[in-house]
Protein backbone atom coordinates (compact mmCIF):
# COMPACT_ATOMS: atom_id res chain seq x y z
CA UNK A 1 0.00 0.00 0.00
CA UNK A 2 1.56 2.94 -0.92
CA UNK A 3 1.99 6.25 1.92
CA UNK A 4 -1.07 7.95 2.69
CA UNK A 5 0.47 11.53 0.89
CA UNK A 6 0.45 9.32 -2.57
CA UNK A 7 -2.80 7.80 -2.46
CA UNK A 8 -5.63 9.42 -4.32
CA UNK A 9 -8.52 10.98 -2.08
CA UNK A 10 -10.91 7.96 -3.62
CA UNK A 11 -8.35 5.31 -2.47
CA UNK A 12 -8.41 6.79 0.93
CA UNK A 13 -11.71 6.94 1.16
CA UNK A 14 -11.44 3.81 0.97
CA UNK A 15 -9.85 2.98 4.33
CA UNK A 16 -12.71 5.42 6.46
CA UNK A 17 -15.79 4.19 8.03
CA UNK A 18 -17.14 7.92 9.50
CA UNK A 19 -19.41 8.65 6.80
CA UNK A 20 -18.32 12.28 7.32
CA UNK A 21 -14.60 11.74 6.78
CA UNK A 22 -15.77 9.46 3.71
CA UNK A 23 -18.34 11.66 2.33
CA UNK A 24 -15.54 14.65 2.57
CA UNK A 25 -13.01 12.02 0.65
CA UNK A 26 -15.54 10.95 -2.06
CA UNK A 27 -16.68 14.77 -2.41
CA UNK A 28 -13.78 15.59 -3.11
CA UNK A 29 -12.27 13.22 -5.69
CA UNK A 30 -15.87 14.06 -7.28
CA UNK A 31 -15.74 17.44 -7.99
CA UNK A 32 -11.40 17.58 -8.36
CA UNK A 33 -11.82 20.04 -5.27
CA UNK A 34 -9.73 20.15 -1.72
CA UNK A 35 -10.93 23.59 -1.45
CA UNK A 36 -12.60 24.64 1.88
CA UNK A 37 -14.26 28.09 1.93
CA UNK A 38 -14.53 29.70 5.14
CA UNK A 39 -17.56 32.11 4.47
CA UNK A 40 -17.12 34.66 7.88
CA UNK A 41 -19.65 37.23 6.90
CA UNK A 42 -22.60 38.67 9.32
CA UNK A 43 -25.55 39.20 7.23
CA UNK A 44 -27.20 36.42 5.72
CA UNK A 45 -28.00 37.35 2.52
CA UNK A 46 -24.17 38.00 1.92
CA UNK A 47 -23.04 34.21 2.98
CA UNK A 48 -25.51 32.93 1.10
CA UNK A 49 -24.53 34.69 -1.97
CA UNK A 50 -21.28 34.16 -1.65
CA UNK A 51 -21.63 29.91 -1.14
CA UNK A 52 -24.34 29.48 -4.48
CA UNK A 53 -20.84 31.29 -6.15
CA UNK A 54 -18.50 29.22 -4.63
CA UNK A 55 -20.37 25.98 -5.00
CA UNK A 56 -19.38 24.72 -7.83
CA UNK A 57 -15.48 24.60 -7.04
CA UNK A 58 -15.84 23.39 -3.52
CA UNK A 59 -15.81 20.41 -1.73
CA UNK A 60 -16.94 21.73 1.98
CA UNK A 61 -18.25 25.13 3.71
CA UNK A 62 -16.74 26.30 6.98
CA UNK A 63 -19.49 28.29 8.69
CA UNK A 64 -19.03 30.51 12.20
CA UNK A 65 -22.90 30.40 12.33
CA UNK A 66 -22.96 33.14 15.85
CA UNK A 67 -21.19 35.74 13.78
CA UNK A 68 -24.34 36.07 11.83
CA UNK A 69 -26.76 39.12 13.09
CA UNK A 70 -29.63 38.14 11.37
CA UNK A 71 -29.54 34.23 11.62
CA UNK A 72 -32.61 32.53 11.71
CA UNK A 73 -33.15 28.76 11.31
CA UNK A 74 -34.37 29.36 7.99
CA UNK A 75 -30.48 30.47 7.24
CA UNK A 76 -30.16 26.65 7.71
CA UNK A 77 -32.62 25.35 5.48
CA UNK A 78 -31.42 27.72 2.82
CA UNK A 79 -27.51 26.33 2.97
CA UNK A 80 -28.68 22.66 3.16
CA UNK A 81 -30.19 23.28 0.06
CA UNK A 82 -27.35 24.91 -1.00
CA UNK A 83 -25.56 21.57 -0.17
CA UNK A 84 -27.62 19.06 -2.40
CA UNK A 85 -27.38 21.34 -5.12
CA UNK A 86 -23.80 22.65 -5.50
CA UNK A 87 -22.17 18.97 -4.00
CA UNK A 88 -20.34 20.18 -0.90
CA UNK A 89 -20.31 19.17 3.10
CA UNK A 90 -20.89 21.31 5.63
CA UNK A 91 -18.31 22.53 8.73
CA UNK A 92 -19.22 24.48 11.56
CA UNK A 93 -16.18 25.86 12.71
CA UNK A 94 -17.42 25.84 16.39
CA UNK A 95 -14.24 25.10 18.50
CA UNK A 96 -16.00 24.00 21.51
CA UNK A 97 -13.56 23.62 24.60
CA UNK A 98 -15.40 22.62 27.58
CA UNK A 99 -16.29 20.24 29.82
CA UNK A 100 -18.03 17.15 28.29
CA UNK A 101 -21.61 18.09 29.05
CA UNK A 102 -21.62 21.63 28.42
CA UNK A 103 -19.88 20.86 24.80
CA UNK A 104 -22.83 18.26 24.83
CA UNK A 105 -25.35 20.76 25.14
CA UNK A 106 -23.89 23.04 23.28
CA UNK A 107 -23.57 20.80 20.12
CA UNK A 108 -26.77 19.57 20.43
CA UNK A 109 -29.11 22.39 21.67
CA UNK A 110 -29.51 26.06 22.02
CA UNK A 111 -30.43 28.64 18.64
CA UNK A 112 -28.44 26.70 16.32
CA UNK A 113 -28.56 22.68 17.14
CA UNK A 114 -25.14 22.06 14.99
CA UNK A 115 -25.11 18.94 15.14
CA UNK A 116 -28.48 18.92 13.37
CA UNK A 117 -26.85 20.27 10.43
CA UNK A 118 -22.92 20.08 10.59
CA UNK A 119 -21.38 16.76 9.11
CA UNK A 120 -18.21 18.03 10.72
CA UNK A 121 -17.10 20.38 13.76
CA UNK A 122 -14.14 21.09 15.52
CA UNK A 123 -12.67 20.90 18.62
CA UNK A 124 -10.17 22.13 21.07
CA UNK A 125 -8.01 19.19 23.02
CA UNK A 126 -7.80 21.24 26.07
CA UNK A 127 -9.97 19.85 28.34
CA UNK A 128 -8.59 16.24 27.21
CA UNK A 129 -10.55 13.24 26.32
CA UNK A 130 -13.81 13.82 28.02
CA UNK A 131 -14.22 16.35 25.03
CA UNK A 132 -14.60 14.03 22.97
CA UNK A 133 -17.11 11.68 24.96
CA UNK A 134 -19.30 15.00 25.09
CA UNK A 135 -18.94 15.64 21.28
CA UNK A 136 -19.31 11.85 20.18
CA UNK A 137 -22.37 11.00 22.79
CA UNK A 138 -24.53 13.61 20.55
CA UNK A 139 -22.29 13.22 17.14
CA UNK A 140 -21.51 9.81 16.65
CA UNK A 141 -24.92 8.26 16.59
CA UNK A 142 -25.82 11.37 13.48
CA UNK A 143 -23.12 10.11 11.36
CA UNK A 144 -20.78 13.47 12.35
CA UNK A 145 -17.16 13.83 12.52
CA UNK A 146 -14.86 16.13 14.43
CA UNK A 147 -11.22 17.76 13.86
CA UNK A 148 -9.16 18.22 16.37
CA UNK A 149 -7.08 21.80 16.77
CA UNK A 150 -3.56 20.40 16.94
CA UNK A 151 -2.23 23.28 16.03
CA UNK A 152 -3.15 27.26 14.88
CA UNK A 153 -2.26 28.90 12.11
CA UNK A 154 -1.56 32.37 14.15
CA UNK A 155 1.35 33.67 14.97
CA UNK A 156 2.53 32.96 18.80
CA UNK A 157 0.08 29.92 18.78
CA UNK A 158 0.93 27.87 22.32
CA UNK A 159 -0.43 24.60 20.34
CA UNK A 160 2.83 23.13 19.79
CA UNK A 161 5.04 20.65 20.70
CA UNK A 162 3.91 18.50 23.40
CA UNK A 163 -0.06 19.81 23.35
CA UNK A 164 0.07 19.05 19.61
CA UNK A 165 1.45 15.22 20.51
CA UNK A 166 -1.40 15.11 23.10
CA UNK A 167 -3.96 16.06 20.61
CA UNK A 168 -2.60 13.42 18.39
CA UNK A 169 -2.78 10.85 20.81
CA UNK A 170 -6.33 11.51 21.90
CA UNK A 171 -7.43 11.38 18.07
CA UNK A 172 -5.56 7.88 18.13
CA UNK A 173 -8.26 6.55 20.81
CA UNK A 174 -11.10 7.83 19.78
CA UNK A 175 -10.39 7.11 15.82
CA UNK A 176 -14.38 6.20 15.04
CA UNK A 177 -15.33 10.29 15.90
CA UNK A 178 -12.24 12.18 15.55
CA UNK A 179 -11.37 12.09 11.62
CA UNK A 180 -8.62 14.37 11.13
CA UNK A 181 -6.97 17.86 12.29
CA UNK A 182 -6.77 21.41 11.93
CA UNK A 183 -3.33 21.66 11.88
CA UNK A 184 -0.83 23.15 9.54
CA UNK A 185 1.10 19.66 8.63
CA UNK A 186 0.85 16.19 8.53
CA UNK A 187 0.44 14.68 12.03
CA UNK A 188 1.10 10.65 11.20
CA UNK A 189 3.79 9.75 13.61
CA UNK A 190 3.20 12.66 15.86
CA UNK A 191 3.37 11.14 19.51
CA UNK A 192 3.15 7.62 19.15
CA UNK A 193 4.46 6.10 22.29
CA UNK A 194 7.54 3.06 22.33
CA UNK A 195 6.08 0.17 20.36
CA UNK A 196 3.26 2.17 18.68
CA UNK A 197 3.03 2.64 15.19
CA UNK A 198 1.14 4.93 12.45
CA UNK A 199 1.15 2.63 9.71
CA UNK A 200 -2.66 2.59 8.02
CA UNK A 201 -3.03 5.31 10.29
CA UNK A 202 -5.30 7.93 8.07
CA UNK A 203 -6.25 11.30 9.50
CA UNK A 204 -7.83 14.03 7.23
CA UNK A 205 -5.73 17.41 7.87
CA UNK A 206 -6.92 20.69 6.73
CA UNK A 207 -5.51 24.18 7.22
CA UNK A 208 -6.58 27.86 7.70
CA UNK A 209 -4.36 30.16 6.97
CA UNK A 210 -3.90 30.04 3.28
CA UNK A 211 -3.55 32.82 0.79
CA UNK A 212 -1.93 33.97 -2.50
CA UNK A 213 -1.29 37.41 -2.56
CA UNK A 214 -0.84 38.39 1.31
CA UNK A 215 1.21 37.01 4.07
CA UNK A 216 -0.70 38.24 6.61
CA UNK A 217 -3.92 40.61 7.82
CA UNK A 218 -2.50 42.27 10.62
CA UNK A 219 -4.08 40.62 13.66
CA UNK A 220 -1.99 37.55 13.71
CA UNK A 221 -2.77 35.48 10.83
CA UNK A 222 -0.48 34.06 9.03
CA UNK A 223 -1.10 33.22 5.01
CA UNK A 224 0.69 29.91 3.44
CA UNK A 225 0.10 29.22 -0.21
CA UNK A 226 -1.74 25.71 -1.60
CA UNK A 227 1.05 24.83 -2.43
CA UNK A 228 3.30 24.81 0.56
CA UNK A 229 0.39 23.25 2.40
CA UNK A 230 -0.66 20.82 0.22
CA UNK A 231 2.77 19.49 -1.22
CA UNK A 232 5.48 20.46 0.96
CA UNK A 233 3.51 20.04 4.45
CA UNK A 234 0.94 17.58 3.37
CA UNK A 235 -2.47 18.41 4.26
CA UNK A 236 -5.50 17.18 2.67
CA UNK A 237 -7.78 20.32 2.62
CA UNK A 238 -6.99 24.44 1.98
CA UNK A 239 -9.45 26.81 3.93
CA UNK A 240 -9.41 30.00 2.33
CA UNK A 241 -11.66 33.36 3.78
CA UNK A 242 -10.91 36.39 2.56
CA UNK A 243 -8.46 35.38 -0.14
CA UNK A 244 -12.08 34.13 -1.81
CA UNK A 245 -14.49 36.51 -0.61
CA UNK A 246 -12.34 39.46 -0.23
CA UNK A 247 -12.89 42.64 1.29
CA UNK A 248 -16.03 44.02 0.52
CA UNK A 249 -18.48 40.70 1.60
CA UNK A 250 -18.09 39.57 -1.90
CA UNK A 251 -20.36 42.17 -3.23
CA UNK A 252 -18.79 41.30 -7.08
CA UNK A 253 -19.59 37.36 -7.62
CA UNK A 254 -17.43 37.44 -10.83
CA UNK A 255 -14.46 38.39 -8.33
CA UNK A 256 -15.51 35.98 -5.88
CA UNK A 257 -16.01 32.99 -8.79
CA UNK A 258 -12.61 33.72 -10.19
CA UNK A 259 -10.93 33.36 -6.53
CA UNK A 260 -12.28 30.35 -6.07
CA UNK A 261 -11.77 29.11 -9.45
CA UNK A 262 -8.20 30.11 -9.19
CA UNK A 263 -8.15 28.56 -5.87
CA UNK A 264 -9.39 25.29 -6.57
CA UNK A 265 -7.19 25.02 -9.56
CA UNK A 266 -3.92 26.10 -7.23
CA UNK A 267 -5.11 23.32 -4.63
CA UNK A 268 -5.56 20.55 -7.21
CA UNK A 269 -2.34 20.95 -9.09
CA UNK A 270 -0.88 20.57 -5.75
CA UNK A 271 -2.03 17.92 -4.87
CA UNK A 272 -1.51 15.98 -8.44
CA UNK A 273 1.95 16.70 -8.07
CA UNK A 274 1.96 15.36 -4.85
CA UNK A 275 0.34 11.81 -6.13
CA UNK A 276 2.33 12.20 -9.06
CA UNK A 277 -0.29 12.09 -11.30
CA UNK A 278 -1.86 14.71 -13.76
CA UNK A 279 -5.20 12.60 -14.08
P1 LIG B 1 -9.10 33.82 6.45
O1 LIG B 1 -8.71 32.89 5.26
O2 LIG B 1 -10.02 34.92 6.03
O3 LIG B 1 -7.91 34.30 7.24
O4 LIG B 1 -9.99 32.94 7.43
C1 LIG B 1 -9.49 31.81 8.09
C2 LIG B 1 -10.59 31.05 8.79
O5 LIG B 1 -10.03 29.88 9.40
C3 LIG B 1 -11.29 31.81 9.92
O6 LIG B 1 -12.65 31.43 9.91
C4 LIG B 1 -10.65 31.29 11.20
O7 LIG B 1 -11.57 31.25 12.27
C5 LIG B 1 -10.23 29.88 10.82
N1 LIG B 1 -8.98 29.39 11.48
C6 LIG B 1 -7.75 30.00 11.28
O8 LIG B 1 -7.64 30.99 10.56
N2 LIG B 1 -6.64 29.46 11.89
C7 LIG B 1 -6.69 28.37 12.70
O9 LIG B 1 -5.67 27.91 13.17
C8 LIG B 1 -7.94 27.75 12.89
C9 LIG B 1 -9.08 28.27 12.27
O10 LIG B 1 -10.24 27.66 12.44
Request: charged share 25%; glycine share 10%; net charge negative.
Amino acid sequence: MASILKQTYSQRAANHTNPAAKALLETIERKRSNLCVSVDVTQKADFLRIIDVVGPYICLVKTHVDVIEDFDYSLVEQLQELSVKHDFQIFEDRKFADIGNTVALQYSSGVYKIAQWSHITNAHPVPGPSIITGLSSVGLPLGRGLLLLAEMSTKGSLAVGSYTEEAVRMARANRDFVIGFIAQRRMDGIGLRDGESSVGEDFLVLTPGVGLDVKGDGMGQQYRTPREVVLESGCDVIIVGRGIYGKDNGANPEAVRAQAERYREEGWKAYQERIGSTA
